[in-house]
């Protein structure tokens, strides 16, 4: 389940553009806390700090305490800015999160037992749709991933949102129809080989 990750800020002076170029200039980040009823609060992070947290794999589907100034505000992050070529985080929105809220997430996919489909030992490719689920649960109970057994799919076969058991007390953001998650694909050498094998015996 969601760890809670600590997140030392501090509240921006100056807004607009050339305060932030002066920021990043520093290895601080611009960033904002909203919600829950009170004005935005304009923040400033630590680059690294912020980079570090980013790369563990779960920032974003954990809950982060932003501690400013003595204070804490529990807090969802929302979304990340990047630079669109070096990638540095150029900006963050976090969203306040009260005890007991349901948040909706993005929660990473994660397939284990490849070695026992019959449809990728034969050669078949797994051809991922989603990469993650949109799932809504308590903001004490967001899952890291959500695993996927492929035990026992062939190829040609897809799996669904049904095949997915999900944690106690998380479900599915989307609830009007069962969804393709990922499918055990034919690679192309192999169907022209099965092509071709009945064509033979067509003859």
Partial sequence: MSDTLNLPAETRERNGKGASRDL?????VPAVVYGGKEEPLSIHLEEKELTRQLMTGHFFNSIIEVEVGGKKYRTQPKDVAFHPVSSRPLHVDFLRVAKGATVHVNVPVVFENEEASPG?????VLNVVRHDLELVCDAEKIPHEIT????????GE???FAHVTLPKGVESAITDRDFTIATIATPSALRSAEGEEAEAEAE
């Fill in 24 to 28: 990043r200039r520093n290895g601080r």
């Fill in 120 to 124: 990728l030992k034969r050669g078949g």
């Fill in 148 to 155: 996927i057994d492929l035990t026992g799919f062939d190829l």
């Fill in 158 to 160: 897809s799996i669904h």
